[in-house]
Nanobody
Framework: QVQLVESGGGLVQAGDSLRLSCAASGRTFSSYTMGWFRQAPGKEREFVAAISSSGGIRYYADSVQGRFTISRDSAKNTVFLQMNSLKPEDTAVYYC??????????WGQGTQVAVSS
């Protein structure tokens, strides 16, 4: 059984920063690619960023490239999303997910990020 617990969301102003954390348990965390996704009200869930099991390869959505940074601390079984220069359009519920083979099979409960203009 895998558990993913996100934290770090909140209400901020445009231009501010937030750091999201996702604590994982139940699997050998360091063996898996981890991702961050988000879902804004009335929209479908979308990919934000992903990091390979080693941490050496990172992927970003075009909309966050250059502003967000994904990282992981395998010793603490935690993945992070540093979000800088936040925009109102970044407002969403943010989810972390663990990928087994080609699919993200395990998801956290989400953490709300709200950015005011």
């Amino acid at each position: 059984q895998v558990q993913l617990v996100e934290s770090g969301g909140g209400l901020v102003q445009a231009g501010d920063s937030l750091r999201l954390s996702c604590a994982a348990s139940g699997r050998t965390f360091s063996s898996y690619t981890m991702g961050w996704f988000r879902q804004a009200p009335g929209k479908e869930r979308e990919f934000v960023a992903a990091i390979s099991s080693s941490g050496g390869i990172r992927y970003y959505a075009d909309s966050v490239q250059g502003r967000f940074t994904i990282s992981r601390d395998s010793a603490k079984n935690t993945v992070f999303l540093q979000m800088n220069s936040l925009k109102p359009e970044d407002t969403a519920v943010y989810y972390c997910a663990l990928r087994v083979l080609s699919e993200y099979n395990y998801w956290g409960q989400g953490t709300q990020v709200a950015v005011s203009s």
